[in-house]
Nanobody, 122 residues
Framework: QVQLVESGGGLVQAGGSLRLSCAASGRTFSNYAMGWFRQAPGKEREFVAA???????????DYADSVKGRFTISGDSAKNTVYLRMTRLKPEDTAVYYC????????????WGQGTQVTVSS
């Protein structure tokens, strides 16, 4: 059973930065694509970013248009952990952020973490 545990959420002012972490069980990062989704109040859950391993040290990443150039997803296979570095945050980035893993690309969604709240004040 894949387990995903997010951390790093919090309150930040607009223009600020946060880094989310997702610790996965087992060899999740080696076996699956991993990613981040978010859900804002009153809105549907949406894809944010995803990463998967290619051959050797090659990684592939994909982003939603709304976060391209501001968010960066990365992974540490030795720690089985995925990160989401968020910069130039906007109030509209306020949401619960979920770490995911799975076979779909670019939106892996077979397994979900419990979510971490990110609030951006204006």
């Amino acid at each position: 059973q894949v387990q995903l545990v997010e951390s790093g959420g919090g309150l930040v002012q607009a223009g600020g930065s946060l880094r989310l972490s997702c610790a996965a069980s087992g060899r999740t990062f080696s076996n699956y694509a991993m990613g981040w989704f978010r859900q804002a109040p009153g809105k549907e859950r949406e894809f944010v970013a995803a990463i998967k391993r290619g051959g050797g040290s090659v990684y592939y990443a994909d982003y939603a248009d709304s976060v391209k150039g501001r968010f960066t997803i990365s992974g540490d296979s030795a720690k089985n952990t995925v990160y989401l570095r968020m910069t130039r945050l906007k109030p509209e980035d306020t949401a619960v952020y979920y770490c995911t893993a799975g076979s779909n690309w670019p939106g892996p969604n077979d397994y979900w973490g419990q979510g971490t709240q990110v609030t951006v004040s204006s």
